[in-house]
């Protein structure tokens, strides 16, 4: 048996949420003969991302697929190589988050007057 077959790390995921709060948790990478896919759970979120060629794109994927859900500063560690824990020993690996669009951000304030229509000619 191959024993890339069965290799799973586990990395610690954090950031910032679509609803603007922080949270930290632990995704997989799991190999899968010679392709890497990984899998993270967040509250009611499942996110599995399509086998790929190395693991770092298995993560790089995995964010962008976060990414594209609002979730910002997101950065990830590797805290388990197969059964071994690492705790702490790697370092952190950031993600920059997308550019922003053109459009300047709204308030909540803006926002609520949109919806009553207050302000608009």
Known sequence: MNPQS????VYHISGVDDRER???RQAQVIAHGEAYQARLRYEALQVE????DTEDEAL??????LQERGYTQL???????GEQ???NQ????EYLDPAPLD?????WFMRIRQFLGIGEK
């Open 6 to 9: 069965s290799l799973s790390n």
């Open 85 to 87: 824990y690492l705790g």
């Open 103 to 107: 459009t300047p951000p709204v308030s």
């Open 90 to 93: 790697e370092l952190w690996v």
């Open 22 to 24: 922080g949270f930290n």
């Open 60 to 65: 790089q994927r995995l964010v962008q697929a």
């Open 49 to 52: 991302v399509e086998p790929v």
């Open 75 to 81: 950065r990830t560690q590797r805290i388990f190589h």
